[in-house]
């Protein structure tokens, strides 16, 4: 059982370059999440979809764009990037039944911007 | 808008001593409240979560947390530190926004245990 898979582990951009982030969940969750960690910050909500074809913005949406054309798949892209999207990036899924929407995180993908 | 506050972004203890990691929330009603630990360049893993059943709940790893609605808490303990207790923890809450759930988290707490 895979759960949340982030691709690439790791990754160095240079400023205006653009890449795409890859998540992928095998829990046939409705809900996904990709949020930035920065240190003394916690997680920032970057963008959320509650179902394939629907995403929308979180705090910092700023600098990134997202798709769900399955429910699987939920990649993050950035445009033209920027030292201030140096981060971590967290890949998350969850249900949204009973018992609360308990969220499954991606092992991380760190981005540095130079 | 609904906040996360955790008190305190370093907390040092003895190991064997007690662990309290404090989380406090602003919802104009109950949420769901999470904690969450972070190990060294891993990601998050759920410690416990309350979704107003009983108010104190129990997790993995001898961890536990209480909801208190009246002073909008939810803190963390643990009645013994152990040296692999030492990672950082987050405390969650998620409430229903336009018919959607989602997910907020507090700055984190970072705990050195000590020997």
């Known amino acids: 059982n895979a759960g949340v898979t982030q691709t690439p582990k790791f990754r160095i951009l240079k400023i205006g370059q653009s890449m795409t982030l890859q998540c992928t969940q095998d829990m046939n969750h409705n809900y996904m999440y990709w949020y930035r960690q920065d240190p003394g910050m916690g997680l920032k909500l970057i963008y959320y979809?509650?179902?394939?074809?629907?995403?929308d913005k979180g705090e910092v949406p700023n600098g990134y764009n997202v798709s769900r054309s399955t429910t699987e798949d939920f990649p993050l892209r950035l445009e033209l990037a920027a030292p201030s999207q140096t981060s971590v990036y967290f890949c998350?899924?969850?249900?949204?039944?009973?018992?609360?929407?308990?969220?499954?995180f991606g092992q991380g993908t760190r981005l540095t911007v130079v | 808008a609904q906040s996360v506050t955790q008190l305190g972004s370093h907390v040092s203890v003895s190991e064997g001593a007690l662990v309290l990691l404090r989380c406090n929330y602003s919802?104009?009603?109950?949420?769901?409240l999470f904690w969450y630990v972070q190990y060294p360049n891993q990601g998050l893993q759920l410690l416990l979560k309350?979704?107003?059943?009983?108010?104190l709940v129990k997790g993995i790893n001898g961890f536990e947390a209480e909801f208190k609605k009246s002073e909008t808490s939810f803190h963390l303990t643990k009645p013994s530190a152990h040296m692999s207790d030492a990672a950082e923890y987050f405390c969650a809450v998620s409430l229903l926004s336009g018919g959607y759930n989602k997910l907020i988290f507090g700055a984190g707490t970072r705990l050195a245990v000590h020997p």
């Open positions: 979809s509650v179902g394939a074809g629907i995403t």
């Open positions: 919802s104009s009603v109950p949420p769901y």
């Open positions: 998350a899924s969850s249900y949204s039944g009973t018992g609360g929407p308990e969220a499954f």
């Open positions: 309350y979704t107003s059943a009983a108010t």
